[in-house]
């Protein structure tokens, strides 16, 4: 069994964003993913999550060339190191105004940084969570660590976006889970920095108990997801039931509205 913040994002609504929720897309994902259709549905990149990759394509460039932060390194970042010019038209201008914001606030510059990724890796580490008898893999990927000057470690995700700055606390603990079992011997903080608006979230912590509590409900959802899977293989015509359908505002962020029997552009808006 397996499970991720992804995973638990899927299973369950981060507070406040209920409408953004549904199982359907997870049946998809989780249970079909190895039809042809579904799977190539699945490789497209929706526009927020090409924004996002840019994004974090562009910073890992900038930190690596920092003699690019003024407006012709900008321009070459967009033209040659992005080619914005084969994106979509919000596309470009959100990545040019990503840009502009780093360029203001430099955020990673003069930080110790561990390790920054590009954006380009598809490739995720692992951590075993044991419960009991119980255990699973627990998947995740960072985009950046940072060497604390107390000899601590700091997890750093980039966010993008349009509206409210809202990090899911959840993430967080994920973070915090497989950075306790990476770094056992040091203290280990995670946080969100908004490239968009140039803002940073709050420092989150957690103690041993509290981590344990998180590994326990992960291996329930890995289990509970894995019920609902070996469900639908065994009854293939029970998809729908299995996997309930909420159409609305989350159609705008799915990439199987074109094969959902409930999809309908007038819930979306």
Not at 76 to 89: I, M, S
Not at 251 to 263: A, M, V
Request: glycine share 4%; charged share 20%; aromatic share 12%.
């Amino acid at each position: 069994m397996w499970v991720s913040y992804s995973l638990w994002s899927q299973f369950q609504p981060q507070l406040g964003k209920e409408e953004y929720h549904c199982h359907h897309k997870r049946g998809f994902l989780r249970a079909r993913k190895k039809e042809p259709e579904v799977n190539l549905l699945s490789q497209q990149d929706t526009t927020p999550q090409k924004i996002g990759k840019l994004a974090q394509k562009a910073v890992y460039y900038l930190y690596h060339n920092p003699e690019s932060l003024n407006q012709e390194g900008l321009n070459y970042v967009a033209q040659k190191v992005l080619n914005l010019d084969q994106e979509v038209v919000e596309v470009q201008h959100r990545l040019q105004w990503i840009l502009k914001q780093y360029l203001h606030y430099p955020f990673l510059q003069n930080k110790s940084v561990l390790t920054l990724t590009s954006g380009e890796e598809n490739n995720f580490s692992e951590v075993i969570l044991k419960d009991g008898n119980r255990q699973a893999k627990l998947l995740f990927a960072y985009d950046c660590i940072l060497n604390q000057e107390n000899g601590g470690i700091h997890i750093l995700d980039f966010k993008t976006g349009k509206g409210q700055f809202i990090p899911d606390l959840r993430q967080s603990l994920v973070y915090l889970l497989a950075g306790q079992k990476l770094y056992p011997n040091q203290t280990v903080t995670a946080s969100f920095y908004h490239l968009e608006l140039a803002q940073e979230s709050e420092i989150y912590s957690a103690t041993d108990e509290e981590l344990n509590l998180v590994a326990k409900n992960l291996i329930d959802i890995a289990q509970k997801n894995q019920q609902q899977i070996n469900a639908y293989r065994r009854s293939p015509d029970k998809f729908n039931q299995i996997f309930p359908a909420s159409p609305g505002k989350v159609c705008n962020y799915c990439p199987f509205t074109s094969i959902c029997n409930y999809y309908d552009p007038l819930f979306s808006e």
